[in-house]
């Protein structure tokens, strides 16, 4: 029987969508597990374990799963010695504490002693010992930015992403634990075969991520600001230069990361560049 890649995404959550939809743009279908926790993909080797969040650690950790997408937040808390194989680029967030708005917050030192509810314990006792504080870690598994309005905590340590949940509840971020993306990580035990797969698996992620972060740059442009334009392009190689229809005009194609593009736009126009078209890339071969 052939070998599949056992690959673990979560259950439900924030990463969950984002996951599935990495994994289509590699070309690899997977029906969402609403009912079945464990589902085949089409057109790869490839099984799809959907777990709870917080358990994904464990079963890669124990080989069960060969691979997963998850946390970094996630892997740091449960403190398992996983391969990191990749940034993803999405799910960016941070694990931060935070007080109540108007609180007489000063710096640190304003943590010693208090009482912080987290669903990070590990996390936050790194962080509060790093900095030679002492604090009432009071673990709650969620509602966690509730705490300090009934009476429960002084502070909380928490996910923040767009930072909505903090403003709602009237508290504000002070200190900044991690930062976190979406990880492919693996099972250091992993057989050769399932190595192998993985191999592929990356290859094909590499080639989604690059091209989510490059454009295709078009322009047109005159000879004599052709020697500068070239200068102002950060491309893969070379852009390419074809002359067009109109003597002493050229079309000039290359690849530009997106924020380098918005960092340019203003020279490449005052060199004399015109009718600048950027295009999506959809796969990108390093
Ligand atoms: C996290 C965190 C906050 C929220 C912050 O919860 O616990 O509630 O996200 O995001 P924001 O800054 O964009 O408002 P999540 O949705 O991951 O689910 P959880 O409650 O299971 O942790």
Redesign the pocket.
């Known amino acids: 029987m052939q070998t599949k890649l056992k690959i673990a995404v979560q259950k439900s959550?924030?990463l969950l969508e984002d996951s599935l939809q990495i994994l289509k743009e590699c070309g690899i279908k997977v029906e969402e597990g609403k009912d079945s926790l464990k589902v085949q993909a089409s057109n790869f080797p490839m099984e799809v374990f959907y777990l709870r969040?917080s358990d994904i650690p464990h079963y890669v950790y124990d080989g069960i799963a060969d691979a997963a997408i998850l946390g970094e937040n996630t892997v740091m808390e449960t403190q398992r010695d996983l391969d990191m194989i990749l940034p993803l680029g999405f799910s960016r967030?941070r694990l931060s504490v935070a007080v109540p708005k108007g609180a007489p917050y000063t710096g640190l030192q304003w943590l010693q002693g208090k009482k912080i509810a987290t669903?990070y314990p590990n996390s936050l006792q790194d962080f509060l010992s790093k900095n030679n504080l002492q604090a009432d870690i009071h673990e709650i598994s969620?509602?966690?930015?509730i705490a300090p309005n009934i009476g429960l905590a002084d502070a909380i340590c928490?996910?923040?992403?767009?930072?909505?949940?903090?403003?709602?509840n009237n508290l504000e971020e002070k200190e900044v634990v991690l930062k976190s993306e979406a990880w492919l990580v693996a099972s250091k035990n992993r057989s050769r075969e399932a190595d192998e797969l993985l191999d592929q698996l990356v290859f094909r992620l590499k080639s989604v991520l690059a091209a989510r972060n490059n454009k295709y740059l078009l322009m047109n442009a005159p000879t004599e600001a052709l020697e500068d334009l070239i200068r102002i392009l950060p491309g893969m190689k070379s852009p390419t230069v074809m002359p067009l229809a109109e003597p002493g005009w050229n079309s000039v194609h290359t690849v530009i990361s997106e924020d380098r593009f918005w960092e340019i736009i203003g020279q490449l126009k005052d060199h004399g560049a015109q009718g600048i078209l950027i295009i999506p890339i959809e796969k990108m071969i390093l």
Do not use: W
Request: glycine share 16%.
């Open positions: 959550g924030r969040n967030c669903s969620g509602s966690v930015e928490d996910l923040v992403s767009s930072g909505n949940t903090l403003f709602m």
